[in-house]
Nanobody
Framework: QVRVVESGGGLVQPGGSLRLSCAAS????????MGWYRQAPGKQRELVAD???????RYANSVKGRFTISRDNAKNTGFLQMNSLKPDDTAVYYC??????????????WGQGTQVTVSS
């Protein structure tokens, strides 16, 4: 059983920073890609950033230059460093991981989400 859990959300003032973490656990052979999505009230879930094997990254235009995605392969953990936060960044942030487990089955896993609120 593979599990993905986010942490690090909270309330921050505009211009502040937060660091989200995504920990994958269970019968993991490899994490092929890890990404962060967000969903604001009344809006569709959107890709914020992702990182694939080989460390190739991509970002939504709205967060380029402010957010940085990274991963620690040894710890099966991913991170999203968010700087210069704006009220428009307020949303529930979800981690998504594409994982091959030890029986060679490939699957896509979502965390439960963590709330990020940017407000003065």
């Amino acid at each position: 059983q593979v599990r993905v859990v986010e942490s690090g959300g909270g309330l921050v003032q505009p211009g502040g920073s937060l660091r989200l973490s995504c920990a994958a656990s269970g019968s993991i052979r490899s994490i092929n890609a890890m990404g962060w999505y967000r969903q604001a009230p009344g809006k569709q879930r959107e890709l914020v950033a992702d990182i694939i094997t080989g460390e190739s990254t991509r970002y939504a235009n709205s967060v380029k230059g402010r957010f940085t995605i990274s991963r620690d392969n040894a710890k099966n953990t991913g991170f999203l460093q968010m700087n210069s936060l704006k009220p428009d960044d307020t949303a529930v942030y979800y981690c998504n991981a594409r994982i091959t487990d030890r029986s060679w089955a490939a699957g896509e896993y979502w965390g439960q989400g963590t709330q990020v609120t940017v407000s003065s």
